[in-house]
């Protein structure tokens, strides 16, 4: 099944992010270990809110919680020490109690990695809760057209 | 979709590991940061291997690897600190230079997450490779039925 | 200056925690990343407070936390992945708003490290704050005779 | 006992990185786990060899690592997520075949944590080694005058 976030949608709101691996990222195969892509997802994603929404910081304020229900990610090739990657991020779906996130990690040239997040809303008790209608219909709009 | 994962194969070979939950294992949420559960994934990873085939050091004599390609990880339910997991792995597909793994993670009666994961045989250059024909034959005797 | 950790003082109450190198502790040295083993001090002070006093969720329900203000480690040998570490724990401190342990981490017969760390007890809104009198003299019983 | 590093010596030389704490180095107090600020230390004692003497690879290349023998951290207040730290880094002591870094870690106009890490030079079989005499020197006069 050919990855579909090999290409990133046309004219869809992305942000990105650049991190230089440090040397505790790295594992005895002297590349950077598998779990830590998802803590770079995790950047791209809180800036993406935060240049296009608003700050994940003020999510928390407003009484909800933007929790991970599935994380998927595709390597394509290892990344070691002092490499510089680049994380882009977008939204692939938004409903009123849900969303979901598609990912490149981008090292030069060459394509690292692709992605993608599930996340449920939930309240400050964990429950499951709808977002405000203002917050959805503003990352609605931040969709892929 | 269904998760195919929500079953594990009758007669399928298994090992499980259990995991008290650390306090630095949590995040500001009080929960476990999603990244750590793909940690746990190897932890039940290798002791299959362990069990079932050989130890993973074993494999690093003998000249090669195996990578991680994909991790793909539903999450059901939170988990807190000091809560016991259970972490069960068990073989999804061999082939002569891939091999993918499924995985449950449970607390106590309840369904925490499944997973899967799908790796390719390097050696130590980092070049895919075929694994050694024993190897192949012994790892797919360990498949469901 | 002598290392004051190379002996455990006689008589003194202690847990110790058995711990086999995951992979992921690894970094591309093929060693345990030293900011891991501060993690490992957590295991056996959370097994010391269980065993010897009470719970670290109880401390949480009695409404105070138990902080970090020093970690002092001192690395005498490598680890390498799949080896396994007995982490020793006991207490070198206790007043009624602070409190200090002492460590031995250990590979069979080696002393791989050791280790000091300094606590302050807060209240769930950070501030500084004394312990409760039974539970100072509960942990006072603990240290070396 | 007065903490050494509340003061950064005069004339020293010194590197300093930003760092943004993301969600994932947050645990379950809703602040920075310590283990954290190990690492925080890395960042900057890199940033320092490749501002002032040469990139910790080109040691690499050259046939040594520099490794951690001792890491004492003193926190003397919380962070949280999304805060920006500032990881001060300076040089010790530098011996043919050890040296010690002092670091401040500074939050806006506080002092959050003071450290020091003690490292020795080994060879790529880990055995202790000196380093060459040019790269002594050149460490030499970057200490404080």
Redesign the interface.
Known sequence: MLDPRLQIPDGVAKSSVNYVV???D??????V????Y??YL??AR?RFLQEHDQ???LYVEQGF?V?????????KR?T???ERLEVICWLERVRSASLAFGYQIRNGEFLTATGMTEHGVVNMQ?KATRMPEARRIRLQSLLAP
Chains 1, 2, 3, 4 share one sequence.
């Open positions: 440090p040397f505790y790295t594992d005895a195969m002297a590349i270990h598998h779990a830590n998802v803590r995790e950047l809180v700050a994940y910081t919680h929790v991970v229900m599935r994380v998927d990610i595709q390597l290892p070691r020490f002092d964990g």
